[in-house]
């Protein structure tokens, strides 16, 4: 049984037929980041979210799915479920957290460091889980041993002390991955973008912290080339030139935001000639546009969600969906499949029971389109109005499970008795 594996695991408990594994822990670099980010940009996770367009991916994406509910399905009736583990999963999976603040930390490791883990505490005696901690992916690293099982190298969160836990004790929601087994991270595969912003940000903060104008030169025929010595702060001495003096003193009185377009006074024949910006480097500030876009195409997000581009309701509307569709839709996915191996035992999945996220609370914004749908379901017999009122989180009602459908989609082998039926009702 899984569960047993993983109880034993758990507990140091390991048969002699297991593999002994032997982890090799692989944390990143000094600053928390993987090599391949520091080293080849110098971008870090701080440094990237710096950027209001990356902050506000992570943000999105992390909070769109926390806030989805779980539920439990029955795939083969496809009827609601009530079970225990939706206690964890929408109720409290642990002590220190709410499942909403617990499931956005899952999915911003997801994004930001290719994978989100969750730790499955068991309780001895059943194997049920019992909680739910999630690990911070810098302190996790998965391998597989000889015989092909997954292990997880684990620097516990609370002692510090480093442990293994089996795949089935670790719930894990992955990036991009080349060999399913560690996952590439949104910012590191869009390091050179990210770098490019930080650039034009850090541009554009110096452009400004400079009163918004170029630096200049300061010309004069008196040699500036003698020295003379001053006591620093400290009490000690130091040698300095003339011409250093005669830039600190001009930075001094005109640099930054508060001396800018100061008037200057000028005296010993010298002469400011100011460095005309081009329209090449007015134009690197504007570059943040391009930068906007490119980020928002790496992590599947429409610029009308970062607060950018054209804004029109409805290709916002129609972006939104598709937003739902081709970037939660997948995540989704892979988090009910993840929840319902780790989470549930063999003979439920065996049942049919299934851990299913519902999307349809990303939805609820475009009140419209939704009521239109519901329309037409209803209308053909697909939803009952208990069915579209669960969709809604509304209470049943009575009469609410009755199914009605349209006699003029009536099917072929019954349509003369129908219409005869009808013509009947007419006469009358």
């Excluded at 003193?249 to 400011?272: F, Q």
Aim: charged letters at 25%.
């Amino acid at each position: 049984m899984r569960l047993d594996r993983g109880i034993k695991a758990v507990f140091g408990i390991r048969d002699e037929a297991s593999p002994s594994p032997s982890p090799t822990l692989t944390l990143g670099d000094a600053t928390g980041w993987p090599s391949t980010l520091a080293g080849i940009s110098g971008v870090s996770e701080t440094s990237a979210m710096k950027l209001s367009a990356v902050c506000r991916c992570i943000e999105l994406i992390s909070q769109s799915v926390a806030k989805l509910p779980i539920y439990c399905v029955n795939k083969k009736t496809h009827e609601r479920v009530d079970h225990d583990i939706l206690y964890l999963l929408n109720v409290r999976p642990n002590d220190a957290m709410t499942p909403s603040v617990e499931r956005q930390m899952v999915d911003g490791n997801r994004l930001a460091g290719g994978s989100g883990y969750e730790w499955i505490i068991r309780s001895p005696r059943t194997g049920r889980p019992v909680e739910l901690i999630p690990l911070p992916w810098e302190l996790v690293t998965p391998w597989r041993d000889n015989n092909g099982r997954m292990w997880f190298g684990v620097i516990n969160p609370i002692s510090g002390e480093p442990m293994v836990l089996p795949n089935e004790d670790v719930k894990r929601v992955m990036a991009y991955t080349h060999d399913g087994i560690h996952g590439i991270s949104v910012l590191s595969r869009a390091a050179e973008v990210i770098s490019a912003g930080r650039a034009t940000q850090q541009y554009e903060l110096s452009y400004f912290a400079n009163g918004g104008a170029p630096s200049g030169t300061l010309e004069t025929d008196t040699d500036l080339n003698g020295t003379k010595e001053r006591i620093k702060q400290d009490g000690t001495t130091e040698t300095v030139t003339y011409r250093q003096i005669m830039r600190e003193e001009w930075e001094k009185v005109h640099s930054g935001p508060k001396n800018s377009h100061r008037v200057a006074i000028l005296d010993h024949g010298l002469k400011y000639k100011p460095i005309t910006i081009s329209n090449v480097d007015a134009q690197l500030v504007e570059s943040k546009d391009v930068t906007v876009s490119d980020i928002a195409r790496f992590f599947g997000v429409p610029l009308s969600k970062l607060y950018a581009g054209k804004q029109a309701y409805n290709s916002n509307e129609q972006n939104a969906i598709d937003y739902v569709t081709s970037t939660l839709h997948p995540v989704a996915e892979q988090y009910d499949e993840e929840n319902s191996y780790k989470l549930l035992p063999d003979w439920e999945l065996r049942n049919g029971l299934w851990l299913s996220i519902n999307l349809m609370a990303e939805l609820k914004g475009d009140s419209e389109s939704r009521g239109n749908w519901y329309k037409a379901m209803r209308e053909v017999g697909a939803f009952s109005a208990d069915d579209i009122r669960d969709l809604e989180d509304l209470p049943k009602i009575e009469g609410g499970d009755i199914y009605y459908g349209n006699k003029n989609f009536a099917p072929l082998d019954n349509f003369r008795e129908i219409s005869r039926a009808s013509a009947g009702a007419g006469k009358e």
